[in-house]
């Protein structure tokens, strides 16, 4: 089974991603996670997409397609996997469709604008894991500490406010054109309430895909 999840930045889709993947034993295709590690160690693609991340825009389409293409020729994606932050544009779905990879569930995270603005000042992140935590809503045992290795967090680059405001644009315009597209195609396709606690999101997402599978 492919699983979408969809939705602006700071919905918590990398959260749920980590538990949903943990849970069914599929791996989490992250573009984003792909890209800073791109960015991290300091590959051709990584430089070019630096800057592009830094103003919140989109990194070309045919550079994620053929990353996304390229992971999922990897053995651990056979039986299935979840995009989180993929596809971004209706290009990269087309895209998906033309190399004959079907998505079969896609969940939709629903936020407010405000209360994605402080979910996202408040993320801090283990870079090497990729491990999520909020100072506030989800906050690690020691703080700026992550839980496991005790290294110290980080705070991402384009985690700014005045970034967020031009990622949620960029959401609007060229991302959310995909709510149309996918609730057209067939595929299942549920709205989730980002509003509520991690834990009630986590059970809602897990009761659909059991009931998608029975
Ligand atoms: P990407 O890394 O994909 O960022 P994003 O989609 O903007 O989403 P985020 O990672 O910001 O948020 P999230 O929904 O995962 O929320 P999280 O779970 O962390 O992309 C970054 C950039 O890379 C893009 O801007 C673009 O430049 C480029 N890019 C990536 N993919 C691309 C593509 N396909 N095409 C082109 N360009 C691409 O949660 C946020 C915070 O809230 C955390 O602190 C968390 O602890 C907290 N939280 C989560 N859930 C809850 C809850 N229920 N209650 C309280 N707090 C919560």
């Known amino acids: 089974m492919r699983i979408v999840f969809l939705g602006p930045p700071g919905a918590g889709k990398g959260t749920q991603a980590q538990f949903i993947c943990q849970d069914r034993n599929i791996p989490q295709i992250s573009t984003g996670d792909m890209l800073r590690s791109a960015i991290a160690e300091g590959t051709k693609l990584g430089l070019e997409a630096q800057g592009i991340m830094a103003r919140g825009e989109l990194v070309p389409d045919e550079v994620i397609l053929g990353l996304v293409r390229e992971r999922l020729s990897q053995p651990d994606c056979e039986t299935g996997c979840l995009f989180d932050g993929f596809p971004r544009t209706v290009g990269q779905a087309d895209g998906m469709n033309e190399a004959n990879i079907s998505v079969d569930v896609v969940f939709e995270l629903q936020l407010s604008d405000e209360l994605i603005v402080r979910r996202i000042s408040g993320r801090r992140v283990h870079e090497a894991s990729g491990r999520i935590y909020h100072i506030e809503f989800n906050p690690p045992k020691v703080d700026n500490l992550d839980d496991e290795t005790w290294q110290p967090l980080i705070q991402r680059h384009d985690d700014s406010e005045a970034v967020v405001r031009s990622r949620l644009d960029v959401y609007r315009e060229q991302t959310a054109p995909l709510i149309d ?14 509003n509520a606690a991690v834990e009630e999101i986590r059970s809602r997402i897990r009761e659909r895909l059991i009931a998608v599978n029975a």
Request: hydrophobic share 20%; aromatic share 28%.
């Open 181 to 194: 597209y996918y609730k057209n195609s067939g595929v299942r396709y549920f709205e989730v309430d980002g």
